[in-house]
Each structure stands twice: as C-alpha cells, then as structure tokens.
C-alpha cells in the first residue's frame, strides 16, 4: 500500500513539474473528515467499536493547467464507520488521474467516472453517503469529430473497496445531436444516441456454461420542444447466470429495461410523467461476487426522494432483477395577490409513485425451466411500495415561511428487506410534517420542524402463526413522532435539537426517544459539526441504492474544507 | 480518416459477447487431486431466507465432487440464528460458542449472510468471506493442491481417535480441530418467501472437542504419524451448549439439546496457525 501511495504522489509530482513550469495552472481540492464514537445501547441494539472512535475521511487534490488536468484522492478509514462495509480499511490512494484534450480528442489515463446514457447498462460513481465508488482504472477516450457528434469508449476494471473487481469492461457510445449536426435552427431537438459495453471474465464451471464475455447495449432519445420534454431509453443485457452447480438456481435469461418520461413545464406550472421496468438487470464488475460494492450499472428510482426523516423512514429500493414502476408529479404555484396565493403566491407539488412486481417473477430460463413476465403489468402484482404526498411551500410573511407535507405510503418491508412475507408484513404509513421558520432578527433565525407518521399492517396474517399482532414472526415498529428545532446565526453557527419518538413500537421496551444534539460552525471554506445522539438501525436510500445502517449511539465530528 | 478507422476497429473488437444457447449443461473435464478434502463452512441462520440456496449449493458441490468435500452449518447473530421464545416455531438455538468466536474472528457475518470460507484460504489478504457463487470454482482450485496430511478417524461410544499422517516434510505451525456435526435435524427454516417446518438442517456444528497443537514441534516428516485421543460425553457436550444458549448467546433460550448421537460425524482437519489454512479435513461417523 505505502507503495502504491509514493508511486501515486511521484507520478502526480512529475505531472505537475512537467506541465507547471511555467507556474500558470490551478490547484483545487476539498477535504472531508468524519468520525464517530460508538457505545453500547442494549435498548436500541447499538454496540460499541473495539477501536471506541471510526473514522472516514478523504482529500481529493486537483491541479488544472490549460487543457490538462491530474488529481487524487487519499482515503482513511482507521478503521470505516459502522454504515460501511468493513472491507474499506486502512488507507491509502485509491483515486487518481490524468486527462488531457487536444483538438477534440480528451484522454484519460487513471481513473475516471463514466455513465452510458441514464446508467441502465453501466454507471461508474461516488455516493459517499451510500459507500459505493466503483470509479474505473483504466482509460478512457472521448471524441467530437463534427459539431453535435459525441463518441467516447473507455476500457479499465471497477473498483471495490481498495481493490478491483475480476471484470474488465470495455464500452463505447455515442451522441448525436440532429440540430446541432445539421446547423438546424427548429424550434424542436432532437438527441439520439446508443450504447455498448461488455464485461469480460474468465470463468470455468464443472456443470455448466458461463458466458466469458457478457455484453449490454442500449439505445435513447431525448426530443425538447419548448417546455415538453421526452426521454427515452432502452437496454438489453445478454444471459449472465451466475457461477453455481445448483442447477435450479442456473439462470440463462436475458435481461432488458427501459425508462420513459415526459415532462412539461412553464412559468409556475410543471408536470411529469415517468414509467420503467427492470427485468434481470442486475449487472455486476465480478458476477461471482455480491454486494453494492459490485454492481456496474443503475436503475433509477421512481419515488421521490424526500428530505423529511420519517417520510425517509421506510424508503425504496430499485430491483434490478424486476420491477415496474410509475411516477407522476405536478407542481403549480398560485400567483401572488390571488385568494390562495397571499402576498408572496403559494408552491403545491402533488407526486404519486408506484413500484411492483413482474408478473411470476424475472424472466427465467435454464434446461428445466422458462418464464419470461408480461411486459406491463400493475393491478395484480405484488405492489412494493406506493407514494402519495402533497407538498404545501407558502411565505407567509417577511419573517415566516412554512412547508407542509401529507403523505400515504405503502412499504412492502418483507419483499424489499429480504424477508419472509408474515415477518414484518406491508406497512401503510400516512404522515405529516409541518416545517415553520421564523426569522428573529437579521442574522437570527429559528426553524420548527414537526412529523408525525402513524402506521399500520396492510395485510392480514392473523393465520400466519407468528408470536406477535396480527400473526407477525416480529414485532412491529409502529407509529413514530419528531421534533426539531434549529436555531440558525448567519452565516456562522447553528443549533440543532431533534427527538425522534417511537411511541407506536409493540415492544414497549422499544418505546424510545432518540434524541440528537447538534451544532455547527462555518467560516469561509471551512466548516466544523459535532453532534450527540441515537441513530436507529434502518434502510437508507439515494437513487434507490440503499445500505443498511446499524444503530448506534455516540458523538460524531465532521470536518470540511475546499480550496 | 485513421481516428475513424481506429474508432471502428474499438467498435468491432468490443461487440462480441457469448451469447450461451441451450442446452446449458457443460462437458468438462477437471483434474482433482484425490486425497485432497474441502471443508466449506456455511455460516448461516435458521431465520436467513437467503441462506438455503447456500445449502443446495453446497449439496451440489458435494453430488459432484462426493466426500471430498464436508460441509460444516455454522448458525450465527443474533438476526439471523435467534430463536424465538420456547412453544413457538424458530425455537431452537442453533448457534454454539465457537460458531460465534468463529464469526467474530473471521467477520463472516458483517459481510452478510449466507458467507462461507472455503478452507478458510484468504484469511492473509482478506479474500476469506466467500459468497455462494464464489464457492464453485473456489472448490475446484482447492481440490487441484497437494496434501501435507492424511488423517484417518475411528470412534466409540465414548471416544475419539484420530491419525494424522505426514505426507512430506514440512516446517509450519499446525493445529488439530476436533467437532461433532449433526444431520437430518428436522427444524424451522425460513426459505425465499417461505417458512418451512420440516426443513432438513445438515452438518451443523454441535461442538468442538480440541483445538490444540498438532504437535509440539514445528518439524513433521514424511511417514510420521501423530495420534489423539479424545474422550467425549454428549450428555455435557449437549448441556454445555444449552447453557450458553441460556446465559451468553443474544436472545437465547436454551433450547440447544435434543442431540442424536445416531446422525453425528466427527470433522477433523489440521489448519496453518499462521495463514489460517485448512491443509486436510476428514469426516467420518461418530457411531459406525
């Protein structure tokens, strides 16, 4: 590892003198530190660190000169807080680069992110809130040979953790932009473009085939005219069954999805529409291997993402391996001075999102077996989760602006959790939030933020002969409540106190109240956190990948910083 | 011109994929050493619905590979191996003290259930924690690698004898692990979207008997042979697992007994103290 760090820092070194001497070119970088001390809590199964403190942080350093550009990242994890996966330990210089353009043509050699189209068939990123960063090691060429034409093809391996996974890719694509290509000055655009990578791994089984070489291609259009906008994308992946000798687990179906929006939007009115369906899409940089760490590309979600903690409380998570989802959202803002909109007008944003099962399940082949599910299908499937909510935004005066949520939604916790149907059942959830900030003075303001979310079982399991309510194998969390308040001194400091209340648990001895502690303080680029408090062990979600993160109770301490 | 020609050339080598067509069954032919032997520890939970595939998996790779291969079910954490209160279904307590030592050393279970280690090779460089899909061809690799030991079992009501025999001459630490696994347990299990009742839970670990030097010097040589003898009382094996049930296993209820002499192997193998390394494993029956 030290080896790898001095060859990185000589090879960014000489990259620098070489291109720098005449002292003209740019540094950029940020750093990030955040640790966490961890104690045990028997009541809300937190337990404590042998190390007593975690700790990640990272320092990306850039350096731009005219048409070139070098940078790394060093990462520590002494050792990796309890959310992330244990195999990021230690530390070392995990990420590092060089790109240069010269007529059209930019070359990078290192790492590199890429995403082909919406990511259906590859997508190489960073979500550090998540723990996943599959950057690629290898290179990559992007090209514009005419105005409205893009090609780029890369090849490299996927990085897991601090290593690689055994999977090369290599991908191509490219984007032609018809208005551009053909000087065309029409009120309508139009952007086609079309995708290939392929996964190479080397793989013998005793019993059965598996493909060496496992190829993906999608192909999109994205057509504006005015404020409507279409998106639409299509993929199809080649059998990749995994590497067993059970041969009813042996899958040699193919994978396919697409994704489809229209959106409409002018001056305070906007609508959309979205709809997609993922049938054996999961596609992997190691196809032995499982885990978050591994996947190569993505499926976007279609809830909405909330920032509200209990409408976060039960989140979705995309199946790559099938699902069919819908989403529409409407957005109007009733103008200032009419009845309903005040002095200051009023924001609405109505979303509804619904995402369920194939029918019979993912298409499915092997020499005993073969499914493959109708194309849509909703009403009788197993519905994973629905979302209604109405979001309320109103200023109602200089110093007092309010946000309002009511929501339903339905989180079929057994399917998306991995458990057993009759473990913890189909939750139905209707929440509200109202979220009020006052401004005091200039430079003072306080923010109230309360929620509710009452919850119920969905499906009757009264015969299913589990130990709890409603026949459940365990038992239920219930209805929760929080409180928050902030007390904001800008631009410098700020004061937080939450309690999040699990007054509904069926366990009464897990009625608890999870109370956080936090404080802030920024000043230019820099700024300190620290906070006290109880987190309760759940899903957390970003675009639909989630993590699982454990409880935990303790102090935690975050530093960041850019230059 | 020659860009074109180069993003062309890019085109046609990266387009070709194999595409696998019925039917799927494959032909090939694999050189197997054999007196090698593969332990596969199946960390697992009788409340992981994932977990029996890694069972079928793990029976597939025995149909095939037949006693070279021995599987050991370790049942560990308290999400997955908990048992419910006593009356209920899930009750009993599968885990052990060294399930969970192993769980706890090895970090199988923070990398998600099912996990397994494969002659716990890997342990050095972290590579250890195999999922299900690895343990194929991991296996195959394994069964391709020279012996260091044979070991031969015999057993009685009451005792245990095992012979280790060198097969070259070696300098390493080596230590000797001594278990009783139970078969044709008929419990709960969870399984994909089911809770079956009269699941069949095979080798899992009861309990281990030693875990001591090999010999008490680092020196074997070609043709030496190394003798133990164990002696054994279920009745106190069984009553110590049910006490740790009850006093140290999260959630535990007590409910480990019940053991059947008539479907327990002994699982011997001799293991690289320092890499951790299964060099030979052997099975046998307790009551032959």
């Given at each position: 590892?030290i080896?790898?760090?001095?060859?990185?820092?000589?090879?960014?070194?000489?990259?620098?003198?070489?291109?720098?001497?005449?002292?003209?070119?740019?540094?950029h970088?940020n750093?990030?530190?955040?640790?966490?001390?961890?104690?045990?809590?028997?009541?809300?199964?937190?337990?404590?660190?042998?190390?007593?403190?975690?700790s990640?942080s990272?320092?990306?350093?850039?350096?731009?000169?005219?048409?070139?550009?070098?940078?790394?990242?060093?990462?520590?994890?002494?050792?990796?807080?309890?959310?992330?996966?244990?195999?990021?330990?230690?530390?070392?210089?995990?990420?590092?680069?060089a790109?240069?353009?010269?007529?059209?043509?930019?070359?990078?050699?290192?790492?590199?992110?890429?995403?082909?189209?919406?990511?259906?068939?590859?997508?190489?990123?960073?979500?550090?809130?998540?723990?996943?960063?599959?950057?690629?090691?290898?290179?990559?060429?992007?090209?514009?040979?005419?105005?409205?034409?893009?090609l780029?093809?890369?090849?490299?391996k996927?990085?897991?953790?601090?290593?690689?996974?055994?999977?090369?890719?290599?991908?191509?694509?490219?984007?032609?932009?018809?208005?551009?290509?053909?000087?065309?000055?029409?009120?309508?655009?139009?952007?086609?473009?079309?995708?290939?990578?392929?996964?190479?791994?080397?793989?013998?089984?005793l019993?059965?085939?598996?493909?060496q070489?496992?190829?993906?291609?999608?192909?999109?259009?994205?057509?504006?005219?005015g404020?409507?906008?279409?998106?639409?994308?299509?993929?199809?992946?080649?059998?990749?069954?995994?590497?067993?000798?059970?041969?009813?687990?042996?899958?040699?179906?193919?994978?396919?999805?697409?994704?489809?929006?229209?959106?409409?939007?002018?001056?305070?009115?906007?609508?959309?529409?979205?709809?997609?369906?993922?049938?054996?899409?999961?596609?992997?940089?190691?196809?032995?291997?499982?885990?978050?760490?591994?996947?190569?590309?993505?499926?976007?979600?279609?809830?909405?993402?909330?920032?509200?903690?209990?409408?976060?409380?039960?989140?979705?998570?995309?199946?790559?391996?099938?699902?069919?989802?819908?989403?529409?959202?409407?957005f109007?803002?009733?103008?200032?001075?009419?009845?309903?909109?005040?002095?200051?007008?009023?924001?609405?944003?109505?979303?509804?999102?619904?995402?369920?099962?194939?029918?019979n399940?993912?298409?499915?082949?092997?020499?005993?077996?073969?499914?493959?599910?109708?194309?849509?299908?909703?009403?009788?499937?197993?519905?994973?989760?629905?979302?209604?909510?109405?979001?309320?935004?109103?200023?109602?005066n200089?110093?007092?602006?309010?946000?309002?949520?009511?929501?339903?939604?339905?989180?079929?916790?057994?399917?998306?959790?991995?458990?057993?149907?009759?473990?913890?059942?189909v939750?139905?959830?209707t929440?509200?939030?109202?979220?009020?900030?006052?401004?005091?003075k200039?430079?003072?303001?306080?923010?109230v933020?309360?929620?509710?979310?009452?919850?119920?079982?969905?499906?009757?399991?009264?015969?299913?002969?589990?130990?709890?309510?409603?026949?459940?194998?365990?038992?239920?969390?219930?209805?929760?409540?929080?409180?928050?308040?902030?007390?904001?001194?800008?631009?410098?400091?700020?004061?937080?106190?939450?309690?999040?209340?699990?007054?509904?648990?069926?366990?009464?001895?897990?009625?608890?109240?999870?109370?956080?502690?936090?404080?802030?303080?920024?000043?230019?680029?820099?700024?300190?956190?620290?906070?006290?408090?109880?987190?309760r062990?759940?899903?957390?979600?970003?675009?639909?990948?989630?993590?699982?993160?454990?409880?935990?109770?303790?102090?935690?301490?975050?530093?960041?910083?850019?230059? | 011109?020659?860009?074109?020609?180069?993003?062309?050339?890019?085109?046609?080598?990266?387009?070709?994929?194999?595409?696998?067509?019925?039917?799927?069954?494959?032909?090939?032919?694999?050189?197997?050493?054999?007196?090698?032997?593969?332990?596969?520890?199946?960390f697992?939970?009788?409340?992981?619905?994932n977990?029996?595939?890694?069972?079928?998996?793990?029976?597939?790779?025995?149909?095939?590979?037949?006693?070279?291969?021995?599987?050991?079910?370790?049942?560990?954490?308290?999400?997955?191996?908990?048992?419910?209160?006593?009356?209920?279904?899930?009750?009993?307590?599968?885990?052990?003290?060294?399930?969970?030592?192993w769980?706890?050393?090895?970090?199988?279970?923070?990398?998600?259930?099912p996990r397994?280690?494969?002659?716990?090779i890997?342990?050095?460089?972290?590579?250890?924690?195999?999922?299900?899909?690895?343990?194929?061809?991991?296996?195959?690799?394994?069964?391709?690698?020279?012996?260091?030991f044979?070991?031969?079992?015999?057993?009685?009501?009451?005792?245990?004898?095992?012979?280790?025999?060198?097969?070259?001459?070696?300098?390493?630490?080596?230590?000797?692990?001594?278990?009783?696994?139970?078969?044709?347990?008929?419990?709960?299990?969870?399984?994909g979207?089911?809770?079956?009742?009269?699941?069949?839970?095979?080798?899992?670990?009861?309990t281990?008997?030693?875990?001591?030097?090999?010999?008490?010097?680092?020196?074997?040589?070609?043709?030496?042979?190394?003798?133990?003898i164990?002696?054994?009382?279920?009745?106190?094996?069984?009553?110590?697992?049910?006490?740790?049930?009850?006093?140290?296993?999260?959630m535990?209820?007590?409910?480990a007994?019940?053991w059947?002499?008539?479907?327990?192997?002994?699982?011997?193998?001799?293991?690289?103290?320092?890499?951790?390394?299964?060099?030979?494993?052997?099975?046998?029956?307790?009551?032959?």
């Amino acid at each position: 590892m030290i080896r790898k760090i001095l060859l990185s820092l000589i090879v960014l070194c000489a990259s620098i003198i070489c291109f720098a001497q005449d002292n003209s070119g740019e540094f950029h970088g940020n750093f990030d530190l955040n640790m966490q001390s961890y104690q045990d809590d028997e009541l809300i199964g937190a337990e404590a660190a042998d190390e007593i403190i975690l700790s990640n942080s990272y320092l990306n350093i850039n350096y731009t000169k005219g048409k070139f550009t070098t940078g790394l990242r060093y990462e520590s994890y002494l050792n990796a807080l309890a959310d992330y996966d244990p195999e990021f330990k230690g530390n070392g210089i995990p990420y590092r680069y060089a790109t240069y353009s010269i007529d059209g043509l930019e070359i990078t050699a290192g790492n590199y992110y890429e995403q082909l189209g919406s990511g259906l068939i590859f997508r190489s990123y960073e979500e550090k809130d998540l723990g996943i960063d599959n950057a690629m090691d290898g290179v990559r060429l992007k090209y514009s040979p005419l105005k409205g034409m893009y090609l780029k093809t890369f090849i490299g391996k996927s990085r897991t953790h601090f290593t690689y996974a055994d999977g090369i890719f290599r991908g191509i694509d490219g984007e032609v932009n018809i208005n551009n290509l053909f000087s065309c000055e029409t009120k309508t655009k139009a952007i086609l473009g079309g995708s290939f990578v392929s996964r190479y791994q080397e793989r013998e089984n005793l019993i059965f085939k598996i493909p060496q070489n496992v190829g993906a291609y999608a192909s999109r259009l994205n057509i504006i005219h005015g404020g409507l906008n279409y998106y639409g994308e299509y993929a199809y992946k080649i059998n990749d069954p995994a590497n067993l000798l059970t041969a009813s687990s042996m899958n040699y179906a193919s994978g396919n999805a697409f994704t489809q929006s229209i959106t409409f939007s002018k001056k305070g009115f906007g609508v959309s529409a979205e709809m997609h369906r993922a049938d054996n899409m999961t596609f992997k940089s190691d196809r032995d291997k499982d885990g978050k760490a591994f996947l190569i590309n993505y499926i976007p979600t279609l809830s909405k993402p909330h920032a509200y903690s209990l409408l976060a409380l039960y989140p979705c998570a995309t199946q790559t391996d099938g699902e069919f989802g819908m989403q529409f959202d409407i957005f109007y803002k009733i103008k200032k001075g009419s009845l309903l909109g005040g002095k200051y007008g009023t924001k609405f944003n109505f979303n509804y999102s619904r995402i369920n099962g194939l029918n019979n399940g993912n298409s499915f082949l092997n020499d005993d077996t073969e499914h493959a599910p109708m194309l849509i299908s909703v009403k009788a499937e197993e519905l994973y989760f629905q979302d209604i909510n109405l979001e309320i935004n109103k200023k109602i005066n200089k110093q007092v602006r309010a946000n309002f949520v009511i929501a339903n939604q339905t989180y079929n916790k057994d399917f998306l959790e991995g458990h057993v149907p009759g473990d913890y059942g189909v939750l139905g959830s209707t929440i509200l939030v109202a979220d009020v900030s006052y401004t005091i003075k200039k430079g003072h303001s306080v923010r109230v933020e309360l929620q509710t979310l009452k919850s119920n079982q969905l499906e009757d399991y009264s015969e299913h002969g589990g130990i709890y309510k409603n026949g459940m194998e365990e038992p239920a969390e219930g209805d929760w409540s929080i409180a928050l308040i902030e007390y904001t001194i800008s631009p410098h400091w700020f004061f937080t106190v939450q309690d999040m209340y699990n007054y509904g648990n069926e366990n009464t001895a897990k009625q608890l109240h999870y109370i956080n502690l936090d404080a802030g303080f920024n000043k230019g680029a820099n700024r300190f956190s620290i906070g006290y408090g109880k987190k309760r062990e759940g899903i957390f979600c970003v675009g639909g990948i989630c993590k699982f993160v454990p409880s935990s109770n303790g102090f935690n301490l975050n530093i960041s910083s850019s230059f | 011109m020659r860009k074109y020609i180069t993003l062309l050339s890019i085109i046609l080598i990266i387009t070709s994929c194999d595409v696998e067509e019925g039917p799927f069954i494959n032909n090939y032919d694999s050189y197997v050493n054999p007196d090698k032997k593969v332990l596969i520890e199946d960390f697992t939970g009788h409340k992981c619905p994932n977990c029996p595939d890694a069972a079928r998996e793990l029976d597939a790779i025995h149909d095939i590979y037949g006693d070279q291969i021995i599987g050991m079910a370790l049942h560990v954490t308290k999400s997955f191996a908990r048992p419910n209160p006593i009356g209920n279904s899930f009750d009993y307590d599968f885990r052990t003290n060294w399930g969970d030592d192993w769980d706890a050393f090895y970090g199988i279970s923070d990398a998600g259930l099912p996990r397994g280690m494969i002659n716990r090779i890997g342990y050095q460089d972290e590579s250890h924690k195999l999922g299900k899909d690895e343990w194929a061809t991991t296996v195959a690799n394994e069964l391709k690698k020279e012996i260091d030991f044979k070991i031969y079992i015999s057993s009685d009501e009451t005792s245990i004898f095992i012979t280790s025999e060198v097969q070259n001459n070696i300098n390493a630490d080596y230590n000797l692990v001594v278990c009783l696994t139970e078969s044709n347990i008929i419990n709960w299990q969870k399984d994909g979207g089911n809770n079956i009742e009269n699941y069949e839970h095979n080798h899992v670990l009861r309990t281990v008997l030693i875990d001591q030097e090999l010999s008490n010097s680092t020196n074997y040589v070609a043709g030496q042979q190394i003798e133990k003898i164990i002696n054994y009382d279920l009745t106190t094996l069984a009553q110590f697992n049910i006490d740790y049930s009850t006093n140290t296993a999260e959630m535990g209820n007590g409910n480990a007994g019940g053991w059947d002499a008539n479907n327990m192997s002994v699982v011997a193998y001799i293991y690289n103290t320092t890499t951790k390394e299964i060099a030979q494993v052997e099975e046998a029956l307790l009551i032959n």
